[in-house]
């Protein structure tokens, strides 16, 4: 059972535009949920996290959403860059568990 | 900090032999983790271990796998033996303890080992 759900698997956008990815999950026992970014041959590393007592957490171009009642959260990467053309994972944990991963998003910007 | 450290980068083997993939945990991280990546599955979690203890193997796909950590700075994943359908890159990570009563750390992760078994 895919307890993290997340779309789209790959994403294509123009410079400069808006990239969006969303995740879903059913584990309300979750209160961490971050975002982990992927270059080429290199180990996810993170990128911004949230706890489910805010509605937005917002680093530069990077916002995650976070609706509690829907039991979603999304990344929001504004002013899309070529070198924001990574893989973008995003995961949640609670308690004392280890964090749960979607399966990914291959996000591909062009200029 | 030199942060995780996995070793080798690169493994070819062909089926049937072992294959031993080595991590160095963070200092001071008290959490490591085994993860597989593939792009048919994603990030799977093998194995992680709290204190040099392994607290959940559910993950590990078949008694060919094992891992152990002998102390805090060393940990072995081992396919014995190794099938083609092992082919993936793997991960090791590390955390430091979640303080009490605050958010959780960050799970750093090492550069992976991309194993082909031939």
């Known amino acids: 059972q895919q307890q993290v759900k997340q779309s789209p698997q790959s994403l294509i956008v123009q410079k400069g535009g808006i990239s969006i990815i969303n995740c879903a999950y059913e584990?309300?026992?979750?209160?961490?949920f971050p975002w982990y970014q992927q270059f080429p041959g290199k180990g996810p590393a993170l990128l911004i996290a949230?706890?489910?007592?805010?509605s937005e957490k917002k680093e530069g171009r990077f916002t995650i959403s976070f609706n509690k009642s829907a039991k979603q959260f999304s990344l929001h990467i504004m002013d899309s860059q070529p070198g924001d053309s990574a893989t973008y994972f995003c995961?949640?944990?609670?308690?004392?568990?280890?964090?749960?991963f979607g399966k990914g998003t291959r996000l591909s910007v062009i200029a | 900090d030199a942060g995780v450290i996995q070793s080798p980068r690169h493994e070819v083997t062909e089926m049937g032999q072992e294959v031993t993939l080595r991590c160095k945990p963070i200092?001071?991280?008290?959490?490591l983790f085994w993860y597989r990546q593939t792009m048919m599955r994603g990030l799977e979690l093998l194995i992680y271990?709290?204190?040099?203890?392994?607290?959940?193997d559910s993950g590990m796909p078949e008694d060919r796998f094992s891992a152990k950590m002998p102390n805090a700075s060393f940990s072995t994943l081992k396919i014995q033996p190794s099938e083609p359908r092992d082919s993936a890159v793997y991960f090791c990570?590390?955390?430091?303890?979640?303080?009490?009563?605050?958010?959780?750390?960050?799970?750093?992760f090492g550069p992976g080992t991309r194993l082909t078994v031939l």
């Open positions: 990570a590390s955390s430091s303890p979640k303080p009490q009563g605050g958010s959780y750390n960050e799970q750093f």
């Open positions: 584990n309300t026992a979750f209160d961490y």
């Open positions: 949230i706890r489910p007592d805010v």
């Open positions: 995961a949640a944990r609670g308690g004392n568990t280890p964090l749960v």
């Open positions: 200092s001071g991280h008290n959490s």
């Open positions: 271990f709290n204190n040099n203890v392994p607290i959940d």
